[in-house]
């Protein structure tokens, strides 16, 4: 198995450009996780999506942010427009289905920069 | 709401010394998972153990140990003869009911070990 893939490994964009983050989970995976990583408030929760349908978005910072998961095979968050505060490494991580006594896998993760 | 405390930021110790990493968490739900991810300088989170809350023997894994003790609300990894590949960000993370779902991550212990 490929295991979670995400693209681009790196992405450097200016201030007020729109960006987008790409995740394919593991095949067979009902869960799919966006998480983010800064040096000021560590590994966090974004958003994440049971079957492709969003179950808690409540880690999402603010309306520039925005996730979908049209089918059970990709998945993209989008930052619209960005800020320099939103420069940080985005993970992505997918874990099988509920009742599966399993860990969640995690991609190489997009680092972001927003000059 | 669940929490998890890493309270030791950094720790540098000599190869070949044991390193303790400690972990405590909180939560209300009876049934929970434990986890620790290794990052690397490469930046990748790897997994190292899950742990559910009915069970709370010890492990060990070659160099690797974990301690989970309820009573104290801690589950803690131990490297014994530390090496120079040890060195990297070490988070402890809890996910309740099934453990495949959000995870909560503490805010991580950065290792290295001096050659």
């Known amino acids: 198995d490929a295991g979670v893939i995400q693209s681009p490994r790196h992405e450097v964009t200016e201030m007020g450009q729109e960006v987008t983050l790409r995740c394919k989970p593991i095949?067979?995976?009902?869960?799919l996780f966006w998480y983010r990583q800064t040096m000021m408030r560590g590994l966090e929760l974004l958003i994440y999506?049971?079957?492709?349908?969003?179950?808690?978005d409540s880690g999402m910072p603010e309306d520039r942010f925005s996730a979908k998961m049209p089918n059970a095979s990709f998945s993209t968050l989008k930052i619209q427009p960005s800020e320099p505060r939103d420069s940080a490494v985005y993970f992505c991580?997918?874990?099988?289905?509920?009742?599966?006594?399993?860990?969640?896998?995690f991609g190489q993760g997009t680092r972001l920069t927003v000059v | 709401a669940q929490k998890v405390t890493q309270a030791q930021t950094e720790i540098s110790v000599v190869e070949k010394e044991d390193v303790t990493l400690d972990c405590v968490y909180e939560?209300?739900?009876?049934?929970?998972?434990l986890f620790w991810y290794k990052q690397p300088p490469s930046g990748e989170l790897v997994f190292l153990i899950r742990?559910?809350?009915?069970?709370?023997q010890n492990e060990i894994s070659g160099r690797y140990s974990w301690n989970f003790q309820k009573s104290t609300s801690s589950f803690n990894f131990t490297i014994t003869a530390s090496q120079v590949v040890d060195s990297a960000v070490y988070f402890c993370?809890?996910?309740?009911?099934?453990?495949?779902?959000?995870?909560?991550f503490g805010t991580g212990t950065r290792l290295t070990i001096i050659p």
């Open positions: 991580a997918s874990s099988p289905r509920q009742g599966s006594y399993t860990e969640a896998f």
């Open positions: 095949s067979g995976h009902d869960y």
């Open positions: 999506f049971n079957n492709n349908v969003p179950i808690d």
């Open positions: 939560t209300r739900d009876t049934t929970y998972y």
């Open positions: 742990r559910n809350s009915f069970d709370e």
């Open positions: 993370a809890l996910s309740v009911n099934f453990g495949n779902e959000k995870l909560t």
